[in-house]
């Protein structure tokens, strides 16, 4: 098994394992949320995909959003600075490959390349694969 960026031209095939998991994804969303890009200045879309013999088992996507962080400082406005986070999205794997890890392995190649994570909420199988990465809730 390995874990490559989604190619453009495995974009209908990521669209067939998202039905097969169960998950609605019009092909709109598809299209915005797992089609590779990336803007000038702005939130980037990425997607990794877990492939067995050119079969799609998992996928994560992701949005890469500039983050503007205020520090201690002598100014009063404190320090600022940019860090790239990550807001991973789509996180699914076919029930066959469930408790392994694997959800896990995506989940850690997902956060490369990117200090900061983001999450808001989760399903039953991924808060507990990113508890095991790591992850911890702020505020």
Known sequence: MTITPLDPCDLPALGEFFREVGASVPRENLDQFSMPRAAAHGPAVGSLVLKEGGRILGAIGYIDIPLRLSGEGTGSAGTIREELSR??????????????????????????????????????????????AGWRPLG
């Open 87 to 132: 807001w991973p999205i789509n996180h699914f794997l076919a029930a066959e490959c469930r408790g392994r890890g694997l959800g896990k392995q995506l989940m850690e190649a997902a956060w490369e390349g990117a200090p900061c994570l983001l999450a808001i909420g989760g399903t039953e199988s991924s808060i507990p694969a990113r508890d095991k």
